[in-house]
Each structure stands twice: as structure tokens, then as C-alpha cells.
T-cell receptor
Framework: GAGVSQTPSNKVTEKGKYVELRCDPISGHTALYWYRQSLGQGPEFLIYFQGTGAADDSGLPNDRFFAVRPEGSVSTLKIQRTERGDSAVYLC?????????????????FGQGTRLTVV | AQKVTQAQTEISVVEKEDVTLDCVYETRDTTYYLFWYKQPPSGELVFLIRRNSFDEQNEISGRYSWNFQKSTSSFNFTITASQVVDSAVYFCALGFEDAGNKLTFGGGTRVLVKP
């Protein structure tokens, strides 16, 4: 597709279960970002990949959260032992070069997010 | 610490009115970047503009304009002659090149344009 694709669009899981959220970035984009957006709030940074490596994972809230990008394209955000507080929309974005290293109009393209509900 | 404050949680206007969204940021860095994003009901964030801290020139793009004032740490956004399609949540964000390219977002302002 032309844009960033996130699957599933909605996920309901029981407390304590494991979930995986997938992000397909725009083809050729080397930079990929995960953000979490709670209801009524702005997105919060989770992790940034440059290629296959996590260049900055300082936003991951705890060790239950982990993300991979093994081939430098698709990324998976993994959450273990989910808690009700993990309920949020998880947004993925990609850019052709690191967002803040490019020219004035370098932009990150966001997907529509995965709405995770932990019951 | 870096922080972005959007004091207006919701603004309601009638079509064709102008609307200004406030954004105040806090940082001790001298080099930083400011962004505005639009989030329509579909959920994806749509990039509107990016400015760097060394360029205080105001920007106009169609019905959109931005007023960057370093003296007051503000980066306000005005929609002129609003339209129903402008209804969305708008986010202001702050970023630093040496902070892993991550953005710090404000809480957003919901704009409702009534016909």
C-alpha cells in the first residue's frame, strides 16, 4: 500500500495475555517510530528504529514492552502480561530519513493505529 | 525537561470564522524543532508544518498560518475561514536531533467547525 499500515486495527485482550501489534512502513523508509496515545492525550514516544536497530528505546514503559524490526521493514510491538493500563491506541510512523535530520519538510507518515483494549 | 502545553482543550467555531490554536513549549536547548499535526477522526496524524529554532519567520500555507515567537516560547497556529473539514484534533510537538528523533506532543486541541 501507499501508506503506513497497522494491523490489527482493533485488539481486545484479557489481562495477563500476550499481544503483538504489527506495522508495515512505507516501502523504502528506513526510520520507524512507535508512539502510544491514551484517550484524550497526545502521543507518547515509545521507540525509534533506524534500519534494523533500535536507536532509541527510552520511551518503553517497562520490560513487558519489546519491539523488533528484523529485516529493517516490518516492525512488531510485543506486550507481555498485558495490564488494563496498557489500553491505548498504538501509532506507528515511518520516514525516509530520521525525522529531525532532514530538510525542512521531512515528515513522518503515521498509520491509523491499533486500538488495544485490555479487559 | 521538555514540555508542550496546549491550554485549549476544545474550540468550537462556526464555518468561515478564524480560529487560533495556542502552543507553548519549554526547553533549555537552543536547537529544537516544532511541529503541528492534524488528527482527523480516522486516527492517523497528518503532518502540517515543521520549524527549527533558528527560523522565526512566520509561515503561511493556504488558509493555515503559523506564528513562532521565541521570546514567549510560543508557536501558534491559525486557520483562516474555517471549514467543516478542518474539524479534528490538532497537536503541537517539540523535537531535538540529539534526543533520538522523538517528539514530545502537547495534549491536543479539538476543533469543531459547525456549518
Amino acid at each position: 500500500g501507499a501508506g503506513v499500515s497497522q494491523t490489527p486495527s482493533n485488539k481486545v485482550t484479557e489481562k495477563g495475555k500476550y499481544v503483538e501489534l504489527r506495522c508495515d512502513p512505507i516501502s523504502g523508509h528506513t526510520a520507524l517510530y512507535w508512539y502510544r496515545q491514551s484517550l484524550g492525550q497526545g502521543p507518547e514516544f515509545l521507540i525509534y528504529f533506524q534500519g534494523t536497530g533500535a536507536a532509541d528505546d527510552s520511551g518503553l514503559p517497562n520490560d513487558r514492552f519489546f519491539a523488533v524490526r528484523p529485516e529493517g521493514s516490518v516492525s512488531t510491538l510485543k506486550i507481555q502480561r498485558t495490564e488494563r493500563g496498557d489500553s491505548a491506541v498504538y501509532l506507528c510512523a515511518s520516514s525516509s530519513i530520521p525525522m529531525l535530520s532532514g530538510g525542512l519538510n521531512t515528515e513522518a507518515f503515521f498509520g491509523q493505529g491499533t486500538r488495544l483494549t485490555v479487559v | 525537561a521538555q514540555k508542550v502545553t496546549q491550554a485549549q482543550t476544545e474550540i468550537s467555531v462556526v464555518e468561515k470564522e478564524d480560529v487560533t490554536l495556542d502552543c507553548v513549549y519549554e526547553t533549555r536547548d537552543t536547537t529544537y524543532y516544532l511541529f503541528w499535526y492534524k488528527q482527523p477522526p480516522s486516527g492517523e496524524l497528518v503532518f502540517l508544518i515543521r520549524r527549527n529554532s533558528f527560523d522565526e519567520q512566520n509561515e503561511i500555507s493556504g488558509r493555515y498560518s503559523w506564528n513562532f515567537q521565541k521570546s514567549t516560547s510560543s508557536f501558534n497556529f491559525t486557520i483562516t475561514a474555517s471549514q467543516v473539514v478542518d474539524s479534528a484534533v490538532y497537536f503541537c510537538a517539540l523535537g531535538f536531533e540529539d534526543a533520538g528523533n522523538k517528539l514530545t506532543f502537547g495534549g491536543g486541541t479539538r476543533v469543531l467547525v459547525k456549518p
